[in-house]
């Protein structure tokens, strides 16, 4: 059964300090959800905190940790499960952006952006997903892609290979987790305004130059808020949507790339359904 709101939901959500993350965790605390907050900006995470308590919210734990490295996540997960149990919704959203040219990037850069736009996630998913599937009480994952995740854009081998890897991640779950009623959405935003636009790093470019701010100025004039890209995951998580978008442009933009998802959905069910036989044949056996 999808989640039709987030009252009373115990909601995990990631780089909720800013942009998407703090306007999700805003828009979660008006719904009375209870709330389970991190982010590496400390101050800022503190004071989004206070707001989601100001809105009506309960916000069981804050935390201020970089989510690549795995043994932080593990341990907070577990005092959460300790004194929490199982959780209802995980929200990954934090991601940093990072772009350039393959002769430009360097080797720390493309190390960084992996670990935190796809190991961060998959850190959070390994250690939070396993309780939701043994409580059996369903629930939903949000994964925050790109269109970076979908297109082949310009200076985004970095970032694409981060985004395109957690959509895969996304796309597997999806059919893996739909036994245990646990809903997958993959969010794929556009042009979003928020903090990730002002400290963007571009390999081998100065971004203080005239002509790369009036571009980046150009974005944030065609970009949505960070609000509604807010909007936009809770009406996935609502009508437990899989591909979530932003803003039409990449809707469409998707539309054109991929117009005849219906048997690939079937086939992938039918497929999923078999090797699930085939695991829960071995467990009666006790092989597995």
Known sequence: MPIKNLH???????????????????LAACERAELFLT??????LKAVADECSHLGAVV????????????IVRAWAGEIHAAHESLDVIMNIAGIAIWGTVENMTHEQWRRVIDINLMGPVHVIECFIPSMIA?????HLVNVSSAAGLFGLPWHAAYS????????????LRFDLERHKIGVSLV????????????????????TDP??????EGFAKRAVTPEQAAEAILKGIRKNEYMVFTSPDIAIGHWFQNKFSLPYEIV??????????????????GIA
């Open 8 to 26: 009373g939901k115990k909601c995990l959500i990631t780089g909720a300090a800013s942009g998407i993350g703090k306007a999700t965790a805003l």
């Open 161 to 172: 290979a981060s985004k395109f890897g957690l959509r895969g991640i996304s796309e597997v």
């Open 211 to 216: 002509e790369f701010t009036a571009l980046r």
């Open 135 to 139: 409580a059996k009480k369903g629930g």
């Open 60 to 71: 069981h734990a804050v935390k201020a940790f970089d989510i690549s490295q795995y043994e």
């Open 188 to 207: 794929c935003p556009g042009g979003v305004d928020s903090g990730l636009v002002n400290t963007i790093q571009v390999a081998g470019i100065d971004t």
């Open 268 to 285: 992938m069910r039918i497929m999923n359904r078999v090797m699930n036989g085939v695991m829960d044949n071995q467990k009666k056996k």
């Open 39 to 44: 982010d590496i900006n400390e101050p800022q």
